[in-house]
């Protein structure tokens, strides 16, 4: 029996709860397969450095690294919020994101027909909505130097480099040429230098992948043409804080924050991810969904382990759960038939997984 060695992060907030309900439904899809699980806890985050003084321990660092791939929950909470910005839940994220070099971070946003009515915007323009937004993930402004404050000013550096706008320019591409062979490239060129070189890199990278269409749009009227007619876009070149803010814009499409999966993958390994926070508010309460997550485990076994049979069964799972109507509190008023715990909802998908 093959064995897989994953990496698990829980963190903070919801983090565990959601992470036990992925956990549970990989061990089952495992079952119908000839793999199994070998899980090895790390630590991330405000429990961290409650425990060790640092948000990111050395020893999660190698555990990852010697790990087949790393499943992460959320970080962060009002708790560590006043913390020097090092010592903070989202500066050990950011140096576990460089140490483990995951430059390319994959974020779809799909519109479920079972919860059309939960997005924000009418059905006529959700529906079909199909995309992923391709975010740089370990430069650009969130790593530039220098940086810094004093008492009247603070500053960051937005910086890119040609190579690293060629290995995510690539990455985009190469994922379009597994779709519909469409690249939005994002930038706010009409004004930062930096963006102009990376409008002329993607263009260069673009020769590479005569299939693909490739286009330009300026940052500001991305955020519009997402929330006007999100079915334009196939994949979304980004860079770190345009796309940061863009998935995040993307996800409400779907009618809920708690539904859209990511992967930060690099040239070493990969770290699976819901791209929703640790939600203190909610946290311990049994009421989170922990469908991001469980997709998350979906993307893992497809991207990081090769396991597409494993993750098809997954993602059915999901679909059949919500058309059959179960619910979790956060989509509780759109066409619920019943509304389940975090955990009821992992066990109705672990148990689907397994048929
Ligand atoms: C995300 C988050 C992080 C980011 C924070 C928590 C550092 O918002 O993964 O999108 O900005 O990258
Ligand atoms: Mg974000």
Not at 91 to 105: I, P
Not at 169 to 194: E, G, P, W, Y
Not at 195 to 217: C, G, K
Not at 253 to 271: D, E, N, Q, R, T
């Amino acid at each position: 029996m093959k064995r897989y060695k994953i990496a698990l992060i829980k963190g903070d907030g919801i983090g565990p709860e959601i992470i036990d309900e992925a956990v549970k439904v990989l061990d089952s899809v495992a079952s119908c397969f000839d793999f199994y699980f070998e899980y090895v806890e790390a630590l991330m985050g405000g429990c961290a450095y409650d425990i060790t003084g640092d948000p990111l321990p050395q020893e999660t660092i190698n555990i990852s690294l010697s790990s087949d791939a790393v499943l992460f929950g959320a970080i962060g909470g009002t708790k560590w919020d006043n913390l020097p910005r090092e010592k903070r839940p989202e500066s050990g994220l950011l140096r576990f994101r460089k140490e483990l070099g995951v430059y390319a971070n994959l974020r779809p946003a799909v519109v479920y027909d079972e919860l059309i009515n939960a997005s924000s915007l009418k059905p006529e323009v959700v529906k079909g909505v199909d995309l992923m937004v391709v975010r740089e993930l370990i430069g650009g402004i969130y790593f530039g130097e220098p940086k810094g404050r004093d008492e009247n000013r603070g500053w960051n550096t937005m910086v890119y480099t040609r190579a690293e706008i060629v290995r995510i320019a690539h990455q985009a591409f190469k994922i379009a040429m597994t779709r519909s062979k469409r690249v939005c490239s994002i930038d706010k060129a009409n004004v930062l230098d930096v963006s102009q070189l990376w409008r002329d890199v993607v263009t260069e990278v673009a020769t590479e992948y005569p299939e693909v269409e490739l286009s330009h749009m300026y940052v500001d009227n991305a955020a519009m043409q997402l929330i006007r007619d999100p079915r334009q876009f196939d994949v979304m070149l980004t860079g770190n804080i345009f796309g940061d803010i863009l998935s995040d814009e993307a996800s409400m499409l779907s009618g809920s924050i708690g539904l859209l999966p990511s992967a930060s993958v690099g040239a070493k390994i990969g770290v699976y991810e819901p791209i929703h926070g640790s939600a203190p508010d909610i946290a311990g309460q049994g009421i989170a969904n922990p469908i991001a997550t469980i997709s998350s485990a979906s993307m893992m076994l497809r991207y990081a382990l090769g396991e597409n049979a494993a993750a098809d069964k997954i993602d059915a799972a999901v679909k059949r759960a919500l058309k059959e109507g179960y619910r979790t509190k956060d989509l509780a008023q759109f066409d619920a038939k019943e509304v389940c715990s975090t955990s009821e909802m992992g066990s109705i998908i672990a148990n689907y997984a397994a048929k």
